[in-house]
């Protein structure tokens, strides 16, 4: 079953008016794409009993098809215009998890042009206006807020029941005057996650999703040639779940099949509907990937059912560490013959920058621009910033009801703030690889700078597989301190650790590599403090922000000094 990945697919390098040097795709996106609507008319009208959605019910799990799915999107686009007077442009802001329901919503605010906008639920817990909340709506300013039944913003914020929208458009048959729709037209918004500043609104147009969508479908046609079949968890409120993949299935005319977030209470029954529906593609995150490698390497039914029609497993590249890539490689040697893939991507961007030419070598890969889009690396202080241009970056952003610009630079690129390389692979590919976030670098009282994200990716490795996470600390102080989060208890883990760590120190002795004390974390992050991305990765920033009375001690003598066994 193993495929080319990007058939002919090659980095072309060319010049910037001023001689800096900027690379693209040889894979050129395809012109005059469809609207992600018209595809999901397509896939109705060409096969419509196909299963798009399915969702868990009280004792098995429920579905809905493209047929069903694009005539209950239309009584309901119908409900929304007729009985709460909404018009093209207008915002509608959701409060529901991913399931049948809010797909069906989703999909009737694209074909009744109005803004879909799914909200963060922890903010909006409580289900008040607030400090917490007010940054949202002012970004969003929705014309109507749906929350699902239950929810205290049905009676907060004069929030309409999802259920009852439902209700209000069931059996209707209505005619197919969807709103004409133009590239420019804005389809969603979503939030900057918020990690360092407050969030900020993205729109994301019409155009944007197509370009992102074929371009995908473009340098990955294996993508297109069968149709993803997809066990997903991710939250719609994010662009990962929310966007690029949900209508990365109904591109390509494939199914999605909601997920629990991965957890050990959860990935037992995550693992039975994985056999039941063989995906095609598994898109995961560094957490979702552990659990689902501590299940399946020692279940080899269900590792076989698992693989049984998988042609990829794909997860962010900046994400993973040295240990979990080292089971996952032995796991694809061990069980057929699918590729391991990865991408990078931004809100700003539509989700997606790069995706991967060629099956992994080593994590930190983020492989090659889209096709139609370019990457440039600018010098700041030393590093190279990841710069990109092309049709998926977003209009502008939305903060306190305004339209701001994003930060351009003179030659047209958004730029990430992330640090890249570009190097070649054993086999003479060039790739991008991730470097670190230039937002988390900072420097000691002596001046000299730290670039946290190298220096954390190094001690991850030297303390693999003991550590889940460190958090690096010393801004402004005279030495650098670390909290790790360690994968396992056990009594002799600080010495291990400890003799780990001053290994590092003995070959990496510079103030800005050594590491003078360290300490276990006693308690994981917290998601609902924002510690903890919903890919399950520690927002440093947030974090030491925090905790700072941790990163006090530990710079006071607390905790532990590093010492060889």
């Not at 795709?25 to 395809?30: A, D, G, K, R, Y």
């Not at 977030?261 to 037992?268: F, K, L, N, R, V």
């Not at 009594?491 to 003995?506: P, Q, Y």
Request: proline share 8%; hydrophobic share 40%.
């Amino acid at each position: 079953m193993s495929f080319l990945v990007a058939p002919g697919q090659e980095l072309v390098e060319e010049q910037l008016p001023d001689g800096r040097l900027f690379y693209r795709s040889s894979t050129p996106l395809p012109g005059d794409l469809p609207d992600i609507f018209e595809r999901l008319v397509k896939w109705a009208a060409e096969q419509p009993g196909r299963t798009l959605l399915t969702e868990p019910g009280e004792s098995t799990r429920v579905s809905i098809s493209y047929g069903a799915a694009l005539f209950r999107a239309r009584g309901m686009r119908q409900v929304l215009a007729r009985g709460y007077g909404l018009r093209k442009g207008d915002c509608v802001a959701t409060l529901a998890p991913a399931g049948i329901d809010a797909l069906v919503l989703k999909l009737a605010c694209l074909s009744g042009g109005f803004v879909h906008t799914a909200l963060p639920p922890f903010p909006f817990r409580g289900g008040v206006e607030n400090e917490a909340t007010r940054p949202f709506l002012d970004a969003a300013k929705p014309k109507l807020i749906v929350a699902p039944a239950g929810h205290p913003a049905i009676e907060g914020m004069n929030a309409v029941s999802l259920g009852e929208l439902v209700r209000e458009s069931t059996g209707k048959a209505v005619p197919a005057l969807d709103e004409h729709a133009s590239p420019d037209d804005w389809a969603a918004i979503f939030f900057t996650s918020g990690s360092t500043g407050a969030p900020k609104g993205v729109p994301i147009t019409r155009g944007m999703i197509s370009s992102n969508q074929g371009a995908i479908a473009a340098i990955w046609p294996f993508v297109a040639e069968t149709p993803p079949v997809l066990v997903d968890w991710l939250p719609w409120h994010h662009v990962f779940g929310g966007l690029d993949n949900i209508f990365k299935v109904i591109w390509n005319g494939g199914g999605m099949h909601v997920d629990a977030a991965p957890s050990p209470s959860t990935i037992e029954a995550s693992i039975r509907i994985m056999a039941e529906v063989s995906p095609t593609m598994h898109i995961a995150v560094p957490l979702g990937l552990k659990l689902l490698l501590d299940w399946l390497e020692g279940d080899e039914p269900a590792a076989r059912a698992f693989t049984s029609k998988l042609r990829a497993i794909f997860f962010a590249g900046a994400g993973i560490d040295a240990e979990l890539w080292r089971r996952l490689v032995t796991f694809r040697d061990s069980h057929g013959d699918f590729q391991i893939l990865s991408g990078y991507g931004a809100t700003e961007a539509a989700s997606t920058i790069t995706l991967s030419p060629a099956p992994l070598e080593r994590p930190g890969e983020l492989g090659h621009p889209l096709p139609g889009h370019r990457i440039a690396l600018f010098d700041i202080d030393g590093r190279a910033e990841l710069r990109v241009s092309g049709p998926n970056i977003a209009p502008c952003y939305l903060i306190e009801g305004r339209r701001v610009e994003l930060p351009m630079d003179e030659h047209g690129f958004y730029p990430t703030g992330d640090a890249a390389v570009l190097r070649e692979r054993s086999d003479g590919i060039p790739v991008f690889g991730f470097d670190g976030r230039l937002a988390e670098d900072f420097k000691l009282s002596s001046g000299v700078k730290v670039r946290t994200g190298p220096l954390r990716a190094g001690l991850m490795a030297q303390c693999a597989p003991l550590a889940d996470d460190i958090v690096i600390s010393g801004e402004n102080r005279d030495r650098l301190v670390a909290l790790v989060f360690p994968s396992a208890a056990g009594k002799t883990l600080v010495d291990e650790l400890g003799a780990r760590i001053a290994g590092w120190n003995a070959v990496n002795p510079g103030g800005s590599t050594t590491i003078a004390r360290f300490d276990l974390a006693m308690t994981p992050a917290c998601r609902a403090k924002g510690e903890l991305s919903d890919k399950g990765q520690i927002v440093q920033s947030r974090y030491l922000r925090n905790h700072a009375e941790l990163f006090d001690a530990l710079q006071a003598g607390g905790g532990q000094a590093p010492k060889s066994a």
